[in-house]
């Protein structure tokens, strides 16, 4: 059995997404799955709608997406849109530790900033902070403003968001699979990983990197910054293995593989794009 419902209207301070079904809490607490609908943008003929799931009792909760809808007076079409990694960090069926990494995406932020992005409370932002920087996913950046700190993503968001090492599925990771009693060799998992279409973490033209060298030579926007203030510092040893579990992770999906990439790294960071030495060569 399929059940439409409404909303109330929203009043000044409330948020549509902490906004259910209008009457009775009973309709969803008896409903096995509810689903809910927003408008975002409106245009002639067309409609856009971010569509997410608030409870589920048979699994954990869709992630949120976008339908666009185009009408016209022989059809209706609709097409699934994917949420950028602001508008998902927006989402409250995010835990708050996700919403707080997808923030970071773009870029190092102060603890105040990431509460204007995500409207999680600045406590939980804090702790969400804490638990990030014993996981190895965040560090700070060593720059402060007052009493913040400002921190940033040790490894692409895409590829931390579970934390865990298993397969995430928004982000399209494929966890590796090495022989029993050893571990794949970086070159094999590059390997592995361009057979299998590689990981959907930037949206560089043309083919994925196939190197450190052609990575570190066309940097997506996250790996410009880390790149950029590792520079400013310097290039000190923290900063280098740092970008080199970033590297590793996009590369092969393992940060943890950084340090068979350091000199690499180093030599790039060191020598330059144009160089031709034998060390970079």
């Given at each position: ?109 102060y603890p105040s900033e990431i509460v ?118 310097g290039c000190p040893t923290n900063q ?42």
């Open positions: 059995m399929l059940i439409i419902d409404h909303q109330a209207k929203l009043q000044a301070g409330e948020s549509y997404q902490r906004k259910g079904a209008f009457g009775s809490v009973y309709k969803a607490n008896l409903a096995r799955s509810v689903v809910q609908a927003e408008a975002t943008e409106r245009g002639e003929g067309t409609l856009t709608l971010r569509i997410r799931q608030k409870k589920h009792n048979f699994g954990p909760l869709a992630d949120p997406f976008g339908v666009e809808l185009a009408f016209s007076e022989e059809s209706v079409s609709l097409r699934a849109v994917d949420l950028d990694p602001a508008q998902m960090a927006e989402e409250t069926t995010l835990t708050a530790p996700e919403r707080v990494k997808l923030a970071l995406q773009d870029g190092p932020l204007e992005a995500t409207d999680v409370p600045a406590k939980t932002v804090k702790n969400s902070l804490t638990g990030l920087r014993k996981q190895g996913t965040v560090e700070p950046t060593g720059e402060k403003e007052g009493r913040e700190e400002r921190v940033r993503l040790i490894v692409p968001t895409s590829l931390s968001l579970k934390g865990d090492g298993t397969r995430d599925d928004r982000a399209g990771v494929l966890s590796e699979d090495p022989k029993p009693g050893e571990s794949p060799t970086l070159e094999e998992s590059r390997e592995k990983r361009a057979v299998s279409g590689g990981l959907a973490t930037t949206t560089r033209p043309g083919a994925r990197p196939a190197s450190v060298r052609e990575l570190l030579s066309r940097p997506p926007n996250w790996l410009q910054h880390q790149m950029a203030y590792c520079r400013r510092q280098l293995k740092a970008l080199a579990a970033s590297v590793a992770a996009d590369l092969c999906g393992e940060a943890t593989r950084g340090a068979e990439i350091l000199w690499e790294v180093e030599a790039f960071m060191t020598h330059g794009v144009g160089c031709d030495c034998e060390v970079c060569l």
